[in-house]
């Protein structure tokens, strides 16, 4: 680290009270003789506890944003391993990047089951379980949006103060400064090296990666872009959490990894999964009223709704896009469907989202809201972040009809093609009044690779859908 994360990183545990000289400990514990004197960090936080002193605002004005692609992406590592080759000699031109498959080799040895929870704070969960069986940390990775999730099973389960339970946090930064992405992640990608609380807000220096979870106690170091470097990094991860007993994290920037393409699903699931969500919400779409309220989940289904929207001519006032707290859609759309009992409510959801928070479907169940139309749209994979399989998939062992049934909705059904789905969807509106329904759409993974994104804000989206939702 430099002056400057060193420098935050200070402001930051003083503000947690944490003393100067444990502040020294730990920075020398990580940095090793990079550190900064203990006069220094005494002096630097005295300065803070005073409300004295600022750093320097070092975000440049001139920095070029390029929106990026997974093809963009692909043609840039190759470009750059060109570079690399022209470059040999000089190692600190060389830009490097990791091999998923060589670093998979390097963290294998102690992972006996590859498990995708239902959540990020349950991943917590049964890192904790594993440890205290078998004696050795568990690896959970996520994306920085779900550190919400892992929060409280972290601060009052895992930490070495409690219960002592180390586990490695692997976490994909995104929304990193001067990076495009989602609106959701702009806010919390420049958070992402400090999450603090209200004593400081704002990390001024977002060009360098300067904290990482100083709040929760947790040291931290980005992950080197070569294995020599990822090695050293897995080190000193097994290190301090064997001494310490408590979590170290790898913050992952964007690019630090070659690109990875999942295999492909088995030919015959396709067959008899004939639609893609886009063809699927398509044929939705065409029941839908114009009082009708949509509330649509995080991800690719807004994504293509609010494209099928512009597509069609219609406005976008009748929808709620639901572009972050992936897994709340049910329970925004549960909020309106009770104060608009009048009002048909439309939940198009996703079976990622379902999972993730799937409590909700009891209280849906139980609030009996009559107006209340559940859609599920399950093609078995988490197809926003890659892909990655859910256990929704498995169409033999797991039913969200089934689920759903036995919490209290009312009507359940299942469609699979253009046919069913309209029947199903005539079917739904002539219910007026007994409800909620469920009608779960199995179909493929995958999306349109030229899929856009929202071209209007936030702000815009929240203002029309309000007003919307006063018309009687």
Same mark, same amino acid.
């Given at each position: 680290?430099?002056?400057?994360?060193?420098?935050? %990183?200070?402001?930051?545990?003083?503000?947690?009270?944490?003393?100067?000289?444990?502040?020294?400990?730990?920075?020398?514990?990580?940095?090793?003789?990079?550190?900064?004197?203990?006069? !220094?960090?005494?002096?630097?936080?005295?300065?803070?506890?005073?409300?004295?002193?600022?750093?320097?605002?070092?975000?440049?004005?001139?920095?070029?944003?390029?929106?990026? !692609? +997974?093809? +963009? /992406?692909?043609?840039?590592?190759?470009?750059?391993?060109?570079?690399?080759?022209?470059?040999?000699?000089?190692?600190?031109?060389?830009?490097?990047?990791?091999?998923?498959?060589?670093?998979?080799?390097?963290?294998?040895?102690?992972?006996?089951?590859?498990?995708?929870?239902?959540?990020?704070? $349950?991943?917590?969960?049964?890192?904790?379980?594993?440890?205290?069986?078998?004696?050795?940390?568990?690896?959970?990775?996520?994306?920085?949006?779900?550190?919400?999730?892992?929060?409280?099973?972290?601060?009052?389960?895992?930490?070495?103060?409690?219960?002592?339970? =180390?586990?490695?946090?692997?976490?994909?930064?995104?929304?990193?400064?001067?990076?495009?992405?989602?609106?959701?992640?702009?806010?919390?990608?420049?958070?992402?090296?400090?999450?603090?609380?209200?004593?400081?807000?704002?990390?001024?220096?977002?060009?360098?990666?300067?904290?990482?979870?100083?709040?929760?106690?947790?040291?931290?170091? $980005?992950?080197?872009?070569?294995?020599?470097?990822?090695?050293?990094?897995?080190?000193?991860?097994?290190? %301090?959490?064997?001494?310490?007993?408590?979590? %170290?994290?790898?913050?992952?920037?964007?690019?630090?990894?070659? =690109?990875?393409?999942?295999?492909? /699903?088995?030919?015959?699931?396709?067959?008899?999964? =004939?639609?893609?969500?886009?063809?699927?919400?398509?044929?939705?779409?065409?029941?839908?009223?114009?009082?009708?309220?949509?509330?649509?989940?995080?991800?690719?289904? +807004?994504?293509?709704?609010?494209?099928?929207?512009?597509?069609?001519?219609?406005? #976008?006032?009748?929808?709620?896009? !639901?572009?972050?707290?992936?897994? #709340?859609?049910?329970?925004?759309?549960?909020?309106?469907?009770?104060?608009?009992?009048? *009002?048909?409510?439309?939940?198009?959801?996703?079976?990622?989202?379902?999972?993730?928070?799937?409590?909700?479907?009891?209280?849906?169940?139980?609030?009996?809201?009559?107006?209340?139309? #559940?859609?599920?749209?399950?093609?078995?994979?988490?197809?926003?972040?890659?892909?990655?399989?859910?256990?929704?998939?498995?169409?033999?062992?797991?039913?969200?009809?089934?689920?759903?049934?036995?919490?209290?909705?009312? #009507?359940?059904?299942?469609?699979?093609?253009?046919?069913?789905?309209?029947?199903?969807?005539?079917?739904?509106?002539?219910?007026?009044?007994?409800? =909620?329904?469920?009608?779960?759409? *199995?179909?493929?993974?995958?999306?349109?690779?030229?899929?856009?994104?929202?071209?209007?804000?936030?702000?815009?989206?929240?203002?029309?859908?309000?007003?919307?939702?006063?018309?009687?």
């Amino acid at each position: 680290m430099n002056k400057e994360n060193f420098y935050f %990183y200070v402001k930051v545990r003083t503000a947690l009270n944490i003393p100067a000289k444990d502040i020294h400990e730990e920075l020398c514990f990580v940095c090793g003789d990079e550190t900064s004197s203990l006069k !220094t960090i005494e002096e630097w936080s005295k300065c803070f506890r005073e409300g004295r002193e600022e750093a320097e605002d070092e975000v440049r004005s001139d920095s070029l944003v390029i929106e990026t !692609t +997974s093809e +963009s /992406i692909e043609q840039q590592v190759k470009e750059q391993q060109k570079r690399n080759e022209k470059v040999r000699d000089m190692p600190q031109l060389v830009r490097d990047f990791l091999d998923p498959a060589e670093f998979y080799q390097q963290i294998k040895n102690n992972l006996c089951h590859h498990i995708i929870t239902a959540n990020e704070g $349950s991943a917590v969960g049964l890192a904790c379980g594993s440890y205290m069986v078998t004696g050795q940390p568990s690896l959970v990775y996520l994306q920085n949006c779900g550190l919400g999730n892992i929060v409280n099973p972290i601060i009052s389960l895992a930490t070495s103060s409690i219960y002592g339970l =180390p586990m490695l946090l692997l976490i994909g930064w995104r929304g990193e400064p001067d990076k495009p992405d989602e609106p959701q992640h702009r806010v919390q990608g420049p958070a992402t090296p400090s999450m603090l609380d209200e004593q400081i807000l704002f990390i001024k220096t977002l060009n360098t990666i300067c904290i990482f979870l100083a709040a929760l106690g947790i040291p931290f170091q $980005s992950l080197p872009n070569n294995h020599d470097g990822a090695g050293q990094a897995l080190e000193t991860a097994r290190h %301090y959490m064997k001494t310490t007993k408590g979590p %170290y994290a790898l913050l992952v920037k964007r690019e630090t990894f070659l =690109p990875y393409k999942l295999p492909k /699903i088995d030919v015959d699931v396709e067959i008899r999964l =004939p639609l893609t969500r886009e063809q699927a919400l398509e044929c939705v779409m065409n029941h839908f009223q114009q009082q009708d309220i949509v509330v649509s989940t995080t991800g690719m289904l +807004s994504r293509e709704l609010f494209e099928l929207r512009t597509k069609r001519h219609d406005g #976008h006032e009748q929808d709620f896009l !639901t572009i972050g707290g992936m897994g #709340h859609a049910s329970s925004i759309a549960l909020g309106i469907a009770i104060q608009k009992p009048n *009002r048909t409510v439309f939940c198009l959801d996703g079976d990622g989202a379902v999972l993730m928070h799937m409590g909700i479907l009891a209280n849906i169940a139980a609030a009996t809201p009559s107006n209340f139309k #559940h859609i599920v749209f399950n093609n078995g994979a988490h197809d926003s972040v890659g892909g990655q399989p859910t256990v929704a998939g498995n169409h033999e062992k797991f039913s969200f009809c089934h689920i759903a049934q036995d919490c209290g909705y009312k #009507h359940v059904m299942i469609a699979t093609n253009q046919f069913e789905i309209n029947e199903a969807m005539e079917k739904i509106r002539a219910i007026n009044s007994d409800g =909620p329904i469920l009608l779960e759409l *199995r179909i493929q993974t995958g999306h349109r690779k030229n899929l856009g994104r929202p071209t209007r804000s936030t702000d815009e989206n929240r203002k029309d859908f309000m007003h919307f939702l006063q018309l009687n």
